[in-house]
């Protein structure tokens, strides 16, 4: 349950009326009396309150980052607790929030890059102090009366988070639309997956929706770390390099900082000749402070500086490569750490074109449960044996202990899972096919139970997921997800036993 302005009674302040409400607080617009000057009163929620661990770092925390001082960042003016309430005062904000820009709709293009830079200007000068702030998204942007972009709500987040890692499950740190893939895995983070969280904010001012949208939190949580990087609208298609950078799965390709992401953008825009008709005038290019929006006509909208002035024309350099990358999901850092010799899934050796069917893979039979390909039309003996090398090796390659699982289910048409069913769909019988499928499957299944040992659910899940899209139905997959599921509620599962091998 949320405070309303009758529950307070703060003192040296006075509250005027209600201006927010989230799932972990409710803000009021205030009057801090002894310097008599409006500021936002976060009051966070008795639950939460009543947590001691949070209460704890909620006060440790907003102390910290009260020292934080940029423009582009709110200011913390107070930070405490009364009568088992918490609140957080901070300078009050009057132009609203990047939400409710969305919902209305029409930001230009000059806008949408004015408000990245801008969060990257604050996100680089946080990162410096050692801050990261794990809950970059639009209703944690908010602007000033000139329209120059913030972000709102440092501290906040890491006080949330006991463990100093995210998770998908439950009242996580973070918000599934905007998270990165470690965050989603629960992994620790650093600046860089705020900067993932700007580039998904980003994407979405200009494809006008998240990168990722699924039936509940949980799928876009996943999505964040199976599907590829998301491209933008053809009529914005001159960004996505940005995009694939901010973005990119690997946090190692991503912008190494905020300064790095507003350096490329300027990059781009003395380069694209789609920024062209950005540029109001050569005069305010070369202006201290030019922005690229135009303030006649926006003033009240979204707008902040473009910080080095445009000089000259200098012809994109190009961004980290990430298309390729971005493609080998599965390599990403999600994968338990190195486990004790021998529990290891077994990897498969590479066959030739005349070798056998992959061989320790553990349970081999296909079930009757896998979705069987629709047959097409048929192979030639050597495309199909083509067919079968190639995914031998990637089967063997990817289940290899450093690789990740590259090349086993992603990319969609360049993996063993896609070989294995485009010779499947020519011939139903195929058994070096169906044990290869089996392969994979057993791999998933072992990887998954594995990360379950260990207690480490929110990896459990995701592998299981993984595995699951091979096939749905298989029992095994099944009831490791639904252990993963109770042990992110915080329940004692019972993990099932793997198949005999």
């Known amino acids: 349950m949320l405070l309303t302005a009758v529950d307070l009674d703060i003192p040296g302040y006075q509250i005027l009326k209600p201006i927010g409400e989230g799932g972990m607080a409710s803000v009021f617009l205030a009057v801090q009396k002894s310097l008599e000057r409006e500021v936002a009163l976060k009051v966070m929620s008795p639950a939460l309150a009543a947590n001691a661990e949070f209460a704890r770092r909620f006060l440790i925390e907003g102390k910290i980052t009260g020292q934080l001082q940029h423009p582009n960042l709110v200011t913390v003016y107070d930070i405490g607790s009364h009568n088992g309430v918490y609140y957080l005062a901070a300078e009050f904000i009057p132009g609203g929030s ?6 209305e709709g029409g930001l230009s293009v000059a806008e949408i890059l004015d408000i990245t830079c801008d969060i990257a200007h604050g996100l680089d000068f946080a990162h410096q102090k050692g801050f990261v702030h794990r809950d970059v998204k639009p209703g944690n942007i908010l602007f000033r009366a000139d329209g120059r972009a913030v972000l709102a709500d440092f501290g906040i987040a890491k006080a949330m988070d006991g463990s100093n890692s995210s998770t998908v499950a439950g009242s996580s740190v973070g918000t ?23 580039g998904t904010v980003l994407f979405e001012m200009l494809a006008e929706h998240p990168p990722y949208r699924g039936g509940d939190p949980f799928a876009v949580a996943l999505m964040h770390v199976t599907h ?32 790095a992401a507003v350096d490329a953008i300027q990059k781009l825009l003395a380069s694209a000749p789609e920024a062209s008709s950005l540029h109001q ?8 402070g030019a922005r690229l929006s135009n303030g006649a006509t926006t003033q009240q909208r979204t707008k902040i500086r473009i910080v080095e002035e445009l000089e000259r024309r200098i012809w994109l350099i190009p961004l980290v490569a990430v298309g390729a990358l971005v493609l080998g999901v599965v390599a990403w850092l999600w994968w338990p750490a190195q486990p004790p010799a021998g529990q290891l899934p077994a990897a498969p050796a590479a066959t030739t074109r005349s070798g056998p069917a992959p061989a320790d893979a553990g349970d081999t039979t296909l079930k009757a449960s896998f979705p069987t390909p629709v047959a097409s039309a048929p192979l030639a ?20 202990p450093d690789s990740g699982g590259r090349h086993l289910i992603y990319p969609d048409d360049d993996s063993a899972l896609y070989l294995y069913q485009r010779v499947l769909s020519a011939q139903p019988e195929n058994i070096r096919a169906k044990r290869g499928i089996a392969a994979l499957v057993s791999y998933y299944r072992r990887y998954a139970h594995l990360a379950c040992e260990k207690g480490q659910w929110g990896n459990c899940a995701v592998i299981a997921h993984l595995g699951l899209q091979i096939d749905p139905a298989d029992d095994t997959l099944v009831r490791i997800n639904a252990a993963a599921e109770q042990g992110q509620r915080g329940e004692q599962p019972n993990l099932p036993k793997l198949p005999a091998e």
């Open 98 to 103: 990047l939400k409710e820009r969305l919902a």
């Open 176 to 198: 599934p639309s905007y998270m990165s893939p470690e965050q989603a895995r629960g992994e620790p983070v650093n600046g860089r997956s705020d900067l993932y969280s700007l």
């Open 381 to 400: 003996t050597e495309e199909i044996e083509n067919a079968l090398t190639q995914a031998d090796n990637y089967l063997a390659s990817g289940t290899a």
């Open 281 to 288: 005038s050569s005069a305010r290019r070369s202006a201290p």
């Open 228 to 259: 590829p990087v998301p491209r933008l609208p053809d009529q914005h298609a001159w960004l996505q390099p940005l995009i694939d950078s901010l973005m990119a799965k690997q946090a190692a390709d991503r912008f190494n900082s905020g300064a």
